[in-house]
Structure formats: structure tokens, C-alpha cells
């Protein structure tokens, strides 16, 4: 590494949502599929349940933020098991300083880190098509899933008896719903209130809008819709992001059901090639945009014996490739 920088967690970073929103921007400000970041909106990131600031890492010149990596402490399941990973998110450097080794020492420090609390696993999420992949390969990262962003116009849904619902009020159902839905996909993070509240009724651009089928005994269907300004083939485009589709009995017919009730008259969703909901959502009128593979960095005895095995589809983490 070239320069006399100064390698640091987060604790140590002065303006810390400030700079890293313009070293986002900076980073990622042409990638297809990103979303532009405010100092508003990374104070919001930066209170994720889990994110740790003596995990992530950062290099200063001077006081300035040249380059960064996230890390969020959340236990995902993985190969049929429910392990402790470490998310890495916001693999930025400064343009500037790019070519000097700053991002592989940065990663090398958040692993050194992770390995020392006892983490079981590295995991992220990249384009497969961008250079930074080839790098995490390089890391010793492993291609777990492949997922694409669909885009499209808002389907017509027919008759929906789905609606907007409080998602403080039916807080309950919907995690029990989402939680069983999602507990056979890799990746997944169960919810709990916490993490409840940080997506639903935390956000910077206000709560999200929460679609539910309701019954007597509760919710058997949802999705949930953010809006999000993103960069689609060199434009600009304002969508709403669908995340978090889950039916008691999910179908061709209830998918497009339920992305017909969103607030915006384009829709995007992210989701792993092998799950059965991606024919679902291009039958329903979206289109492969952009590609994303979840990588895995496995520490643990524990880790390496469930990379062995394919338990379900892989969960995307919106928040973790769009920041939704």
C-alpha cells in the first residue's frame, strides 16, 4: 500500500454519515442499480441492527474518508444451518486513490476482526460482470447464489384483496408470516423488532409502504414497496422497490396480484435465479436489469461443512445491494 494513510474503525471517523455518503457517491455514483446517498440517509444505514463500528474499517488522509468497508454482525442461515456472519457492505475507495491497495487491507483488518469474535462467515454481495468480483474471488470468496434486479411496469393485478396496512400494528403477523416464509432461504436474517423497526419505521424517506392479504387469523400474504431513485441504463429512474413477497400460498397468480398494489407505476424486485418467484415476476411483465451473485467467505469449521450442502433459494438482501 502506497501513501501515509491512516487505517482506523469507524469509531475514529469524524463526520462519519457525512463522509461516507460522499465517498457512496463518489464509488458508486455510476453503477447501474445504485441509488444516491445522503448524509440523512447514512445516518439511517449506519443504525442497521448489528452494524459495528470497531469491525468496519476505514483509511483517512488526514481526516478524510479515501476508502471504507461496512460490516453488519447478523446471524443468517446458511446450508441448513444458522450461523454467525459478518455482512460486508459499502467497498468504497475514493477514485483518487484507487490502485493502492487500499481496499485489500481494509478487508484483510474487517476478517482479522471477524475471526477474532468467533464469526463464522464473511458474506456480501457484487456484480459478477464488475471488477471488484474478480477481487473477492482473489479474497478467497466463493459464489454462493446469483440473483438479477427485475424491473418493469406495475402489472395489473385483477381483483386484490390485498391493501396498505399499519406495520406497527401488525408487526406481529407480519414477522411470523415473513419469518416461516423465509426460513428455508440461505441468507435470510430472521426478523425481530429491531430490525422491524429499522425497516419499517425508521427509514429517512418515510416508512415503507406495507401491502397485506389480511384473514381473521391474521396476515397470510405481503410485500413491502420502498422508494428508491435509481440508476437504470444511464437514467435516473424513481421505482418502487418490492421486497419481502411472502403468501401462505404463493403462486404466477398471487405474485402478480401483489406487485399490482404497488405505489408507483414501475417496479423493481431482487431475487436469486433458482427461486421459484423469479419466473413469477417475469410472467408478470419484469425484466432481468442487472445481475448480482451473493459471495461467501467461510472462517469456520461450521461454515465450510454448510457451503457443502444447498438448503433453499438465496434471501437478497436489499439493503445490503440497493440500501432499501
Known sequence: MNGDYVLCD??????????????????????EGAM???????????????????MSQAALDGETLIANVLVCLQELQLGGDMLRCGIIDSVATDPDY?????????MERAHENMQRAGIDAAVLYTNPDDHPFRFYERLGYVTRARAALLSGPRPEGGACSALPVD???????????????????EGYAPLDDDLWAWHKLDPPTGPPTVVAEMTGSGP????????????MKGKRETVAVAYVLAADVM????VRS??????HTWVSMIVDEAAPERGMAEAAGLEPQVSEVAMVLPFSARARRALQVHHGPWYAMVESIIGV
Open 10 to 31: 469507524h469509531a475514529e471517523v469524524r463526520d462519519l454519515p457525512a463522509q461516507l455518503a460522499r465517498l457512496s457517491n463518489l464509488a458508486f455514483g455510476e453503477y
Open 36 to 54: 444516491p446517498a445522503s448524509e440523512r440517509w447514512m445516518a439511517w444505514y449506519l443504525r442497521r441492527p448489528g452494524t459495528d463500528v470497531r
Open 98 to 106: 484507487r490502485r493502492q491497495g487500499l481496499a485489500r487491507v481494509l
Open 167 to 185: 406495520a406497527a400494528a401488525e408487526a406481529d403477523g407480519l414477522q411470523a408470516l415473513l419469518n416461516d416464509y423465509f426460513a428455508p432461504w
Open 220 to 231: 397470510v400474504a405481503t410485500v413491502s414497496f420502498a422508494e428508491a431513485d435509481v440508476l
Open 251 to 254: 403462486n404466477a397468480d398471487q
Open 258 to 263: 401483489l406487485l399490482s398494489t404497488a405505489p
